[in-house]
């Protein structure tokens, strides 16, 4: 279970909830309206969690213009030679990236996505020198494409995969390390995840596949114990944290921070 050295992280962006966080967009229905005072503990321990696994926080002030602001995620893609700036495909999020692009750039060389590309962070995975670019609603093939290249210069292998009815390919697939892919059943027939060695959460507990990968550890949104038991035998220390006001936003724990 060591840790390969290009995904051992550093740094941490992180954004502040704005107060109109409630404003952001979601597709969450029959589910009761997210609560200011837990989304601002639950985000504040997220962001306590990541200092105390040894990252750097990077804080960026929360925007009233950008309810959606604090799913950082979404606004680059960062891996050890580079960062590329996104341009999110939602265009209440478009502006996001003007306060990232400066801040990532104290630490990498800036790419940009231009028009007409669309693509969000969410939709972005790295496994080892593979990335899979999700074709979403929110990610256009010319965003992909555009990302593709970008990261071919880089010797990176590209991969894109349809993302279906879900918001973004990170939803529903994460990297829990050495190549191994937490998944939800849905993923886990995709055929671009063929040869990836697979775990498959239950159906009722999807909202776990997003799970994050923090050098040894895994931090996993809490309430999800069927999973947690899939993922013990991994050997890596599991964290939990509550993650319900996040979730009515459509938002898991990846899109909480970049690591780097
Ligand atoms: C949105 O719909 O854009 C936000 N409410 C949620 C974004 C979640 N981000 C992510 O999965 N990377």
Same mark, same amino acid.
């Given at each position: 279970m060591a840790t390969d050295p290009n995904d051992r992280f550093k740094y941490a962006i992180v954004r502040q909830p704005a107060p109109? @966080?409630?404003d952001g967009l979601t597709t969450a229905v029959g589910m009761e309206p997210p609560d200011p005072d837990r989304m601002m503990a639950q985000h504040a321990a997220y962001v306590a969690l990541l200092k105390e696994l040894g990252l750097f926080i990077w804080p960026i002030d929360a925007d009233?213009?950008?309810?959606?602001?604090? @799913?950082?995620?979404?606004t680059a893609v960062v891996f050890p030679e580079a960062a590329i700036i996104a341009r999110p495909g939602a265009p209440s999020r478009r502006g996001e990236t003007e306060v990232v692009a400066p801040a990532l750039a104290q630490f990498r060389d800036l790419h940009f996505i231009e028009p007409p590309g669309e693509l969000d962070g969410g939709d972005v995975l790295r496994v080892e020198r593979r990335f899979f670019i999700g074709l979403s609603h929110r990610t256009n093939e010319a965003g992909a494409d555009q990302m593709a290249a970008i990261l071919r210069k880089y010797d990176y292998a590209v991969t894109p995969a349809p993302v279906g009815? $879900?918001?973004? #390919?990170k939803s529903g697939v994460t990297h829990v390390g050495d190549g191994r892919l937490l998944t939800t059943p849905a993923f886990a027939n995709?055929?671009?995840?063929?040869a990836f060695e697979k775990i498959i959460v239950e159906p009722d507990e999807?909202?776990?596949?997003n799970t994050l990968l923090i050098n040894d550890h895994l931090v996993m949104p809490a309430g999800f114990p069927k999973t947690r038991r899939q993922l013990e035998p991994l050997g890596r220390e599991i964290r939990e944290l509550e993650m319900s006001e996040a979730r009515k936003m459509?938002? $898991? #724990?990846?899109?909480l921070s970049l690591r780097f």
């Open positions: 109109n @966080f409630g009233p213009a950008f309810p959606d602001g604090h @799913f950082v995620e979404d009815d $879900g918001l973004h #390919l995709n055929a671009v995840f063929y999807a909202y776990a596949a459509d938002g $898991g #724990l990846t899109c």
